[in-house]
């Protein structure tokens, strides 16, 4: 076997990438590009290459699918694996391995540029959940992948209509409507078992995420309670019992099967954390990040630091800096520290910290950690707040790219359907200033 060398097979590819580029914009691929692309085939995979050429030309004119983008790229895919020292293994896992190769390597494609929307509330909602988007992948990149376009999402189903429940309420998400399919329009997308996150969800991870469930002596109003044993709020490892109280004055939210809504109070420096090992279940997704949040009530103008711990991972925040005498959402930030790879480690835990807490004192509830989920090429989460969402509360976000965009990224990522075959938001590295490793074609 013969195959073209890693530059050989990226001139091949963007040529392929630039025929799909004529076909989008003229109906057909130019005579021209025709033959430069047939000149630059190298290797034992020609004659693959020549037939994927004759099935995109003949195809000219009809509709131009994502599988049949992902065919068309296959064999210029698998040469350029083979190239770099990965067996092919189809155009997927090919693009799997190959990111990998990319990121290790520092190799860069033209961005696409994009510009991620902010979810907007519509004007009339009820419920207050705050939305979360997450657009970078493990290893820092862009998600590209995305649909320049305006996603609609409204609640469909509440805690009494259309299959929703409380603080699990049923979303509808729709991208612009399709209006071809040879150029970019619409990504069509709709999305209808879509739910609010509550911390009720974060069961899948971590026990007793609402501090419902304590074995001490039940608190009543005006009368909270010190835990006798360091894990008397269950699933939980208190790092004293004289720093915690547990509350029924001051609580987040009740969520369902709550009989009393409970939330756990420091009045002292010290620590909660569980492992996630001794928990059941608890597998997590490679190429899914997991946003974790949790409502802080900032008492009477304290102050000190407030520490999320997520395995690896940390972030302090500073308590004189939230609302005094309010919830306030404390969320480690969107990035790639979200992904497996990053926050990793033998026993994984997650760990709240105060310390030097002076002045007043501060309550947590609500924890939300799981999954986002993917929508289109790119994550997000809708969480509950305290006040429930409600049938006719809306969210918009517009999402959108440079007009000169990157050819390679965007058949490669985005018009493949990559994402979608693999259940993940899919992207590769990219670089937004002209220095791109892997250009397009010239
Ligand atoms: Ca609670």
Redesign the pocket.
């Given at each position: 076997m013969t195959f073209p060398s890693e530059a050989e097979a990226t001139v091949s590819l963007q040529d392929y990438v630039d025929i799909l580029q004529e076909r989008e914009v003229y109906g057909q691929a130019l005579d021209l590009q025709q033959i430069a692309a047939r000149d630059a085939l190298k290797g034992d995979r020609r004659t693959q290459g020549f037939a994927e050429l004759d099935t995109i030309i003949a195809s000219a004119g009809d509709a131009l699918t994502e599988d049949a983008v992902a065919d068309f790229l296959t064999s210029r895919i698998a040469d350029f694996a083979d190239a770099v020292g990965i067996p092919s293994r189809g155009f997927d896992s090919d693009m799997v391995e190959l990111r990998k190769y990319w990121v290790d390597q520092g190799d860069t494609f033209n961005s696409r540029a994009p510009t991620y929307g902010t979810p907007a509330a519509g004007g009339g909602n009820v419920g207050d959940g705050v939305p979360l988007r997450i657009t970078v992948g493990p290893d820092g990149e862009n998600l590209e992948g995305i649909w320049a376009e305006a996603k609609a999402l409204k609640i469909v189903g509440d805690q009494r209509v259309g299959g929703g429940t409380r603080h699990s309420e049923l979303w509808r998400i729709d991208g612009a409507p399709v209006r071809d399919v040879i150029a970019e329009s619409g990504s069509g997308l709709l999305i209808e078992d879509f739910k609010t996150f509550n911390p009720n969800d974060s069961t899948a991870l971590l026990r007793n995420p609402?501090?419902?469930q304590y074995t001490g002596t039940a608190p009543t109003t005006g009368s909270p309670s010190t835990p006798t044993t360091t894990t008397d709020v269950t699933g939980w490892i208190l790092s004293s019992t004289a720093a915690f109280r547990v509350d029924v004055d001051t609580?987040?939210d009740s969520m369902e099967g709550d009989t009393t809504?409970?939330?756990l109070q420091f009045v002292a420096d010290g620590s909660l954390s569980q492992i996630i090992e001794n928990n059941t279940g608890g597998d997590l997704e490679e190429f899914v990040p997991y946003p974790l949040e949790i409502e802080v009530y900032r008492k009477d103008a304290a102050t000190g630091n407030f520490t999320i711990t997520m395995g690896a991972v940390s972030q302090v925040f500073t308590v004189g800096s939230l609302t005094d005498n309010s919830w306030n959402t404390v969320k480690l930030d969107l990035d790639s520290d979200l992904y497996y790879k990053n926050f990793q480690e033998d026993l994984l835990d997650v760990v709240f910290t105060v310390d030097t807490l002076a002045t007043g004192t501060i309550f947590i509830?609500?924890i939300r950690w799981g999954p986002a989920t993917r929508v289109g090429g790119a994550w997000l989460r809708i969480p509950a707040g305290a006040t429930p969402f409600r049938l006719g509360d809306t969210f918009g976000y517009t999402d959108s790219v440079s007009a000169t965009r990157g050819e390679m990224v965007y058949w490669l990522v985005k018009r493949s359907g990559i994402s979608r075959r693999l259940g993940y938001a899919y992207s590769v590295p990219t670089n937004n200033a002209g220095a791109e490793t892997i250009g397009d074609h010239a």
């Open positions: 609402s501090f419902s609580v987040h809504p409970y939330s509830d609500s």
